[in-house]
């Protein structure tokens, strides 16, 4: 698979695992650093996910506010939710992209540095 041990407790040679690397360049990385970038991706997606949970439960509470309820203050207020699902929605996409687009260029700057080590 191309994973070798370095006889260094802190690094680790990828091979075939690293994306965008040749088979037979070993070049060394630390798997913290490696595994970092993991846990930093699927905490963006996490966190994207909640965004879309949020925004879908504000939005159908507000259509069951103004499909079940007739008094015109409760009316009101499901007609409030709405936008408000779709803007927490339209924040979250733009969030991630933005989070998105940062950590992609910490990997570039993390691969730069390697290839010059």
């Known amino acids: 698979m191309g994973l070798f041990w370095n006889f260094d407790y802190n690094t680790y040679h990828f091979g075939a695992m690293m994306p965008n690397t040749k088979k037979t360049s070993h070049k060394p990385v630390l798997i913290r650093d490696y595994l970092a970038d993991y846990r930093t991706d699927l905490a963006n997606k996490r966190t994207f996910l909640s965004y ?17 309820f007739g008094h015109y203050l409760i009316v009101g207020l499901g007609i409030l939710l709405l936008p408000t699902g779709v803007l927490i929605f339209v924040h979250g996409v733009i969030t991630y992209n933005r989070m ?7 990997e570039e700057k993390l691969r730069k540095l390697e290839a010059q080590n």
């Open 100 to 106: 998105k687009k940062v950590t992609r260029a910490e």
């Open 52 to 68: 879309i949970r949020t925004a879908l439960a504000l939005f159908a509470a507000g259509l069951a506010l103004m499909k079940f």
